[in-house]
């Protein structure tokens, strides 16, 4: 693999890294204020109206960006450039197609679809405010796929980070004024507590549509210095053939996995609101609303609160995933295997060394993370929801990256058995677990974590048996488990002697709070101790050697970075 090939790959997942970065950084700020704006059940509202748009997003977004820059990044390497125009011609006519059916859906739709899916009438409106987002996001995504296949990450993290300050600054400022204004409608007792979810979410929709914009400038600007070619391309149906061939799988196992969240949250929306009203007597009304609703919505949006910091660990895989797909590619439409696992285990270590430690942090901290962040949160409920949730992200983490293993492999028909298999898991153990009165929502990051231990189990599986000189997981795995482990233990023990130091030895609950310790002090003891374990976990890396020096040499500057960190 030469030098420029080399810093492609890794400059091209650094960009995107970075990008993820900013965005998680402005989605934390706009989705934690907004944990603290909306009430527990309007923020269910809002996260069921994200489980049906996730749905309409991957099946319609899932499976062609992934093929489009698979597909790409092959004709540039054998210099087919007239092959990629019609490629991108083809695909974004395809790409549309599938927004506006998607548009229409969330549209017209909405109430058979809140009502009769979500298991959750008083979601309506915020589906309807994001059904612009689907369309944009659709048509948005065909250039990103376009981009990434020319290996020029930037767009995408521009346009990613264009889409989240829009979403922040619109989606805030709407919220809080609709809170302010307190709208009453005597028809709609509770209307002025659900707005503000809708206002959130409108700030979605314009973000989308701004950075669509800028997307279509950046493209305008590239076609006209584009690399000309002399060779005839394939006839639009065959590629929109090929085009599906790829796609098709990719987005079944994707959409597998959104359709299983969406029936997740469906299924627990029913049981709960039945638990409220058969067990505990809260009355619910023949239209499905009613006291028995709205508890079940409460105690659904504190999970949802949960899942909105639970994402961020295997969310920082996207970038890789990214860049993993089409640099695999590349390598063996050249017949280099050896350079296709190299580059999947440096992308297996490097992204297991950074999800591992956040999701083992996670469950180390659980109920004092939340109590940090979302003020008034009810922390005996949302602490061991969020310290489950922490161990699920480093299987949902080390899934993504084995998935994208597969995809640049062509293997993308097996994983669909592991996602339906583990979503299958899901269900069975949320039904099991959220239905029973003394379990209730603490079933549902059970039924997660278990669901993604099988997928993990079940692509390691087929990536030893299926792919020739398959990359060596457990190696790239082991150093940065035992790290975060170790660091896990730590910060839980320093957590544990700061909290005890500011409360005065107080009675110590299983949840991770303290009985007698105050706001400040909680944000003092954790604070201070995800400091000890980054300071920690950074020992331990250089310790344990996780990082090689073939890791090191795909970055930018990583020679030098070997030097100065003497790895070998």
Same mark, same amino acid.
């Given at each position: 693999?030469?030098?420029?090939?080399?810093?492609?790959?890794?400059?091209?997942?650094?960009?995107?890294?970075?990008?993820?970065?900013?965005?998680?950084?402005?989605?934390?700020?706009?989705? /934690?204020?907004?944990?603290?704006?909306?009430?527990?059940?309007? %923020?269910?509202?809002? =996260?069921?109206?994200?489980?049906?748009?996730?749905?309409? /997003?991957?099946?319609?977004?899932?499976?062609?960006?992934?093929?489009?820059?698979?597909?790409?990044?092959?004709?540039?390497?054998?210099?087919?450039?007239?092959?990629?125009?019609r490629i991108f011609r083809v695909a974004f006519t395809a790409f549309l197609t599938m927004?506006?059916?998607?548009?229409?859906? &969330?549209?017209?739709?909405?109430?058979?679809? $809140? =009502?009769?899916?979500?298991?959750?009438?008083?979601?309506?409106?915020?589906?309807?405010? /994001? $059904?612009?987002?689907?369309?944009?996001?659709?048509? &948005?995504?065909?250039?990103?796929? %376009?981009?990434?296949?020319?290996?020029?990450?930037?767009?995408?993290?521009?346009?990613?980070?264009?889409?989240?300050?829009?979403?922040?600054?619109?989606?805030?400022?709407?919220?809080?004024?609709?809170?302010? &204004?307190?709208?009453?409608?005597?028809?709609?007792?509770?209307?002025?507590?659900?707005?503000?979810?809708?206002?959130?979410?409108?700030?979605?929709?314009?973000?989308?549509?701004?950075?669509?914009?800028?997307?279509?400038?950046? %493209?305008?600007?590239?076609?006209?210095?584009?690399?000309?070619?002399?060779?005839?391309? =394939?006839?639009?149906? =065959?590629?929109?053939?090929?085009?599906?061939?790829?796609?098709?799988?990719?987005?079944?196992?994707?959409?597998?996995?959104s359709l299983v969240t969406l029936i997740d949250g469906s299924l627990v929306m029913g049981q709960l609101t039945n638990i409220f009203h058969m067990v505990d007597g809260l009355a619910l009304a023949a239209d499905g609303t009613g006291p028995a609703l709205d508890a079940a919505r409460a105690m659904k949006g504190i999970y949802g609160k949960c899942m909105a910091i639970y994402n961020l660990p295997f969310s920082m895989m996207v970038?890789?995933?990214?860049?993993?797909?089409?640099?695999? $590619?590349?390598?063996l439409a050249r017949k280099d295997r050896r350079e296709a696992k190299q580059v999947s285990e440096s992308a297996l270590r490097v992204g297991l060394l950074v999800a591992f430690p956040m999701g083992m942090g996670l469950f180390a901290l659980g109920g004092p993370i939340m109590g940090l962040l979302v003020k008034g949160i009810n922390v005996s409920i949302a602490g061991p929801l969020l310290s489950i949730l922490g161990l699920a992200s480093m299987f949902v983490a080390l899934q993504l990256l084995c998935n994208s293993i597969l995809q640049a492999n062509n293997m993308v028909n097996l994983p669909i058995l592991a996602v339906v298999v583990g979503g299958i898991v899901k269900i069975i153990v949320n039904y099991t677990l959220v239905g029973n009165p003394d379990i209730r929502i603490n079933g549902a990051p059970v039924g997660t974590l278990c669901c993604f231990l099988i997928i993990d189990v079940l692509e390691i599986f087929i990536i030893r048996r299926a792919i020739p000189k398959p990359p060596s997981i457990l190696r790239s795995a082991l150093k940065p488990l035992i790290a975060a482990v170790i660091m896990g233990i730590g910060v839980k023990a320093v957590y544990g002697l700061l909290a005890r130091l500011l409360a005065g030895m107080p009675r110590f609950y299983l949840e991770g709070s303290f009985s007698s310790l105050s706001w400040s002090g909680n944000a003092v003891a954790t604070l201070g101790a995800i400091l000890m374990g980054v300071l920690l976990y950074l020992i331990l890396v250089l310790a344990l050697r996780v990082l090689t020096r073939e890791d090191l040499a795909l970055m930018p500057k990583g020679d030098k970075i070997a030097r100065i960190l003497h790895i070998q």
């Open positions: 693999m030469s030098e420029s090939k080399k810093s492609t790959f890794f400059g091209g997942a650094a960009i995107l890294a970075a990008s993820a970065i900013v965005v998680k950084l402005i989605g934390a700020v706009y989705k /934690l204020p907004l944990a603290n704006i909306l009430t527990d059940a309007a %923020y269910a509202d809002f =996260d069921s109206a994200y489980a049906i748009y996730n749905v309409f /997003l991957t099946i319609s977004t899932a499976g062609l960006p992934v093929a489009l820059s698979k597909t790409i990044s092959e004709s540039n390497a054998l210099g087919r450039y007239n092959q990629v125009q927004g506006l059916i998607s548009f229409f859906c &969330m549209s017209v739709l909405a109430k058979p679809l $809140s =009502d009769g899916i979500l298991n959750n009438p008083k979601a309506l409106y915020c589906v309807v405010a /994001l $059904s612009p987002s689907v369309l944009c996001v659709c048509i &948005m995504s065909s250039f990103r796929g %376009y981009f990434q296949g020319h290996f020029n990450m930037w767009p995408t993290g521009v346009s990613q980070i264009i889409e989240a300050f829009f979403k922040l600054v619109v989606g805030l400022a709407l919220a809080y004024a609709l809170l302010k &204004m307190n709208v009453r409608n005597p028809e709609i007792p509770d209307l002025g507590e659900r707005l503000p979810a809708v206002g959130a979410i409108i700030g979605v929709s314009i973000g989308s549509v701004v950075a669509l914009v800028f997307m279509l400038f950046i %493209y305008a600007r590239h076609r006209r210095n584009r690399q000309r070619g002399s060779d005839r391309p =394939d006839p639009s149906g =065959d590629i929109l053939s090929n085009l599906l061939r790829l796609a098709i799988p990719i987005t079944l196992s994707q959409a597998a996995t970038p890789l995933t990214a860049c993993i797909i089409p640099a695999v $590619s590349a390598a």
